[in-house]
Structure formats: structure tokens, C-alpha cells
């Protein structure tokens, strides 16, 4: 699984990458987490606000950190395809 966290370094942004981390290891699951600031690379995925939460390519939800059991829910039906 491919886990892109999206946003420049904001507050929220290092929340969800925290969030995320956490909700991985809580599931047992190995997962390739990459956090991308680079605007440009950003915009390329159509966000328009941070954060934002990429898995296997596709954008899951910008500009809000869902709560820990909404994100786990995400990756669990993301485990599912």
C-alpha cells in the first residue's frame, strides 16, 4: 500500500502524518508512507487544501484530519480492493 500525506508542514499536516503512522501500526499493516510539501507536486493531484491523504494514487479527502477510527476505516476498505 502507497501512502502519500499531502501539505506543506502545517500543523494539521504533521497531525495526519502522525495519525496515520499510528492507525498502521495499531492495524498491523506495512505501508510505504511518503509525506509530499512540494506545491507543485500537491496541485498535481488536484488538492487545493492541506491536508490531504493519497492512497494507491487516489485522493481519500483534503483539507480536514479525520478521527483516528474515519482513517482507519479508509485504509482497511483500501485493504479490501
Known amino acids: 500500500?502507497?501512502?502519500k500525506v499531502l501539505g506543506p508542514g502545517c500543523a494539521n499536516c504533521n497531525r495526519?502524518?502522525?495519525l496515520v503512522f499510528d492507525?498502521?501500526?495499531e492495524?498491523?499493516?506495512d505501508a510505504n508512507v511518503t509525506k509530499v510539501?512540494?506545491?507543485k507536486e500537491i496541485i498535481s493531484y488536484g488538492v487545493m487544501s492541506t491536508p490531504a491523504l493519497v492512497?494507491?494514487?487516489q485522493v481519500?479527502?483534503?483539507g480536514v484530519v479525520p478521527s483516528k477510527a474515519k482513517l482507519a476505516e479508509i485504509i482497511s476498505a483500501e485493504l479490501d480492493k
Open 23 to 25: 492507525v498502521l501500526a
Open 55 to 57: 492512497i494507491n494514487g
Open 27 to 29: 492495524m498491523n499493516i
Open 60 to 62: 481519500k479527502f483534503a
Open 1 to 3: 500500500m502507497e501512502i
Open 16 to 18: 495526519l502524518e502522525q
Open 37 to 39: 510539501t512540494d506545491m
